[in-house]
């Protein structure tokens, strides 16, 4: 029927995205909340399901698909999540899968090749000439995420405290910190002390720092560019221990807000020894392509185009 719609769900460690589409690849409605990841956030299903409640009754949705944080990797977690979708949408056909699955879906239009993601947290995802997926990174912020902007942002914590100590140079990531978050440069351990003693998303809070780091880098601070250089090492290191399940000229992309910084995209792209490959879609139109495929649409270019260009509205690139 030619006034099918489709829902996909983004989901992340900062926010979720959801979208409606129809088969032209017009996103005609969108809405978007703070972050839905179970492994940090305790409210996260609540947060889900209050930005999918405006979307239940849409009488002409055929599909949903759902890419969020941790699916496949907690198998108790994962099954909240299914059930979650379920209770939403009973009579709608549904997937749920990944994040990062759905980001590589998107960003490749299906087809294979490397992701490497870097937002709150970080991995990287390849899908072969197979059609085979496999997954490195995606740790977690206790155990890994190297590489992401809540690693980027703890360290630059580290360094700013070392800084004040003279156990590392100065850096102007310090007066920036301090600016960013209106604390007296003469108490410092007492203002970063209260900061940090009152976050109420420690990882999304500390991950947004990263934005900073690429700001003073940007003005040529050497402790600034060598975060976002050990950065690229890290990421570096997840397209290394996946390209073996990849052709050897295997194109790679990119997905995640920290890859918004210009200094760390190009020098990743030094380590890996080419540049990456634009992302055909952003995470949500993988969502939406994921749901299109539930009803075997005839997609082209022109949905892909439309896709692309309606999403861009949608902060489907932030962090």
Not at 5 to 34: E, M, P
Not at 83 to 101: G, K, S, T, W, Y
Not at 181 to 189: G, K, N, S, V
Request: net charge negative; charged share 20%.
């Amino acid at each position: 029927m030619s006034d099918e719609l489709v829902l996909g769900i983004d989901g992340g460690g900062s926010k979720v995205v959801v979208a409606v589409a129809d088969r032209t690849g017009h996103i005609l409605r969108s809405s978007r909340g703070r972050g839905v990841n179970p492994m940090d956030n305790p409210n996260w299903l609540e947060e889900l399901e209050r930005h999918l409640l405006p979307f239940r009754d849409e009488t002409k949705l055929m599909a949903v698909a759902a890419g969020l944080p941790a699916y496949g990797e907690v198998a108790r977690l994962s099954a909240l999540q299914r059930d979650a979708i379920q209770r939403a949408f009973p009579n709608v056909r549904h997937e749920v899968l990944n994040d990062v699955d759905a980001a590589h879906l998107g960003a490749f239009a299906g087809k294979p090749g490397i992701l490497v993601l870097s937002g709150t947290g970080s991995m990287a995802w390849a899908r072969n000439e197979a059609g085979k997926s496999e997954r490195t990174g995606g740790w977690g912020d206790l155990i890994g995420d190297e590489g992401s902007s809540h690693w980027i942002g703890q360290r630059a914590l580290n360094l700013v405290s070392q800084s004040l100590d003279g156990r590392a140079p100065a850096t102007a990531l310090a007066a920036a910190l301090f600016d960013r978050l209106r604390i007296d440069p003469a108490d410092p351990m007492n203002g970063l002390g209260a900061w940090a003693s009152s976050l109420e998303n420690p990882r999304a809070e500390i991950a947004a720092i990263s934005a900073l780091v690429d700001r003073v880098a940007s003005g040529g601070d050497e402790g600034a560019v060598s975060l976002l250089e050990q950065a690229a090492d890290e990421l570096s290191k997840h397209h290394h221990a996946i390209s073996r399940h990849c052709r050897a000229d295997a194109d790679w992309t990119y997905a995640g807000g920290t890859f918004s910084s210009r200094l760390l995209l190009e020098a990743l792209g030094r380590r890996i020894g080419k540049a990456p490959a634009p992302p055909k879609l952003p995470p949500i139109g993988g969502a939406l392509l994921a749901a299109a495929q539930l009803l075997d649409w005839p997609l082209d270019e022109g949905w892909f185009g439309q896709i692309a260009a309606t999403a861009q509205g949608i902060g489907t690139h932030a962090v």
